[in-house]
Every structure is written in structure tokens, then in C-alpha cells.
């Protein structure tokens, strides 16, 4: 690890009008954001309330951002034993901040809780989340459709077997 | 509908090495893909199997198509009254071949059995499912994660209460 990856600090993002003013420059933003901008605009919400995002700032500015949310064992079809896992979305490190080991510090953050983590990868990630040691699903229609799963394992797990 | 548009003819896919070849052409190439092609080096699937995909060639060239899969009701979160509906995924249009309402055909054909759908839309095609008839659900999270959900419903059926 060199010293500037020791240096980055993750926080777990509050959901108010700066944050999702920042979101505005990630690629992916879609209706969970628009959704957290309607829920603030209705009270349904306060000001700063915790979200599922972490990020990282760099000077005072957003640059890189996950979306973390844990699911229930009962909606486990991917993990052996069955249990509680990390489903992460959203990761992204904006342009001129890529290549500083952002990504990498984000998914090891998720990885420190020791749970197993599903994400639904793009096709040209795949070579990122290779080396974050993430492997593969057999793809399942019925379960995966449109996705292209990826998993991370902590000791003692394994996958699932499928139908198909 | 225009003359040209009436002609549109939509096929099932079969999956053998000159679908797979085809699909190669189509932007959402991933797991589901590369999958098939194992299947049949395998001999887990023969040559000329019937695949969720539909498609239109046009001049003997495959220039759009789509997958369409059949959910049980007992997973549906979505309609009500709770029902077998169907998700969509990978409707995608080949560059030279758009604004020949291919993708519209698509779509109509997968209305014509008369059941609920489900798609995961990227930002930038919210237009044209709304065009569609496809409406934006309340965002939940623990349903819906990464995903952009829109959805079509049929006469009398209506959307599901989310807990958010």
C-alpha cells in the first residue's frame, strides 16, 4: 500500500442538496438519486440523513462514490452458506481522479465487514473487479437476466449451485 | 404504422455459432452470451435451441433484438394483483438500422401477449419507453438496487405499494 492510498478516507455520504449537487457529475445517476432529491424536497427526508453511498473526497470535492446496501439471508441465491451479503452498485471514480487507487480503497471497504459482496459488472470492468478478487457466477437466467454478476467470497464461502 | 413497419417481421432467436456470431455486433454483449457459447461447446445446449431472444434480420443481417423472459407471480414485486409478467432486457437497435421503428416492434410484440413488463432503462432512453407507454415505479431500494425500472401494465393492472 503506498502512502497515498493509506491517506484516503471513506464516509459514509449524507443526503442532502450539496451531495446530490455532486452526484450530478457521476455517469451513473439514475432514479435513486432522483428519488433522494424528491424524498428532501418532501421532508420525507432531513437534511443529512445517512444514505447508502460512501465516497471520498478530495479537496472538498466528491470524486469517487459507491452504493452499499446489505440483504437480508432470506434473498440470498448466490452465496454458500446461505447469508447476509453486501450488494454494491455505483462504484465510480471520476476521470481525473482515476488510477490514484480510489476504486480499490472503496471495494476494500466493503470487503473490511468480512460479508460476501454481489455486484453487477460491465463487461469492460470485469478485469477491475478480477483483480479486486472477484470471480464469475455461472449465469442463471432466471435469477441474473440482465446482469452481469460478479462476487466476492470471504474464507469459508462458496457459491451456490444452479440450475441451469 | 407505416408500409415498412408492417413488414417488420420478429423472430425467436436460435441459439447456434451464427446467432452468437450476430450477437457480437450488439453493444450489451455479456455473460448471458458468453454463456450460450459454452453451453453449445458443451453440448449442454444443441445447435438450433430456442433462446429468449427475439430479433429482425433485415437482408439476412441481424439488426435488432431483445431478451424476454417469463417471471413466476411468486416473484413479482411489482404489479398487482400479483402476476406472472415479463421482463425485458438488451432491446438494442444495431446504429445504421435506427428510427425504422424496429425497436418500437420489438416492444409491441412483447405487449401483444397481453402480460405486465419489466425493463431496467438506461437514463438516456426514459423517452422512448415513455413513448412506449412505460411509467417510472417509486424507487425502493431493497427491490431495486442499481436499477432504472420502468414498466408497462396492461388494462387493470396496476402497481404495487412500495414500503419507501
Redesign the interface.
Known amino acids: 500500500m503506498t502512502k497515498e492510498e493509506e491517506a484516503v478516507k471513506i464516509e459514509r455520504l449524507k443526503v442532502n442538496y450539496k451531495t446530490l449537487e455532486e452526484f450530478k457529475k457521476f455517469k451513473?445517476?439514475?432514479?435513486?438519486e432522483?428519488?433522494m432529491l424528491e424524498d428532501l424536497q418532501e421532508n420525507i427526508i432531513e437534511d443529512n440523513s445517512e444514505s447508502?453511498f460512501y465516497g471520498i473526497y478530495f479537496a472538498d470535492k466528491l470524486v469517487a462514490r459507491m452504493?452499499l446496501?446489505q440483504?437480508d439471508a432470506k434473498y440470498d441465491l448466490y452465496f454458500n452458506p446461505q447469508q447476509t451479503y453486501f450488494?454494491l452498485?455505483?462504484l465510480e471514480v471520476l476521470p481525473n481522479y482515476q488510477f490514484k487507487g480510489f476504486g480499490k480503497a472503496l471495494v476494500d471497504f466493503a470487503k473490511s465487514f468480512g460479508l460476501p459482496i454481489k455486484t453487477?459488472s460491465r463487461?469492460k470492468s470485469k478485469e477491475f473487479w478480477e483483480k479486486m478478487g472477484f470471480q464469475?457466477v455461472?449465469?442463471d437466467?432466471?435469477r441474473?437476466?440482465?446482469?452481469?454478476?460478479l462476487v466476492w467470497c470471504p474464507e469459508g464461502v462458496s457459491l451456490q449451485k444452479t440450475n441451469?
Open positions: 451513473e445517476y439514475g432514479i435513486q432522483l428519488s447508502p452504493s446496501y440483504k450488494e452498485w455505483k453487477n463487461m464469475t455461472d449465469y437466467m432466471n441474473d437476466l440482465g446482469q452481469n454478476p441451469s
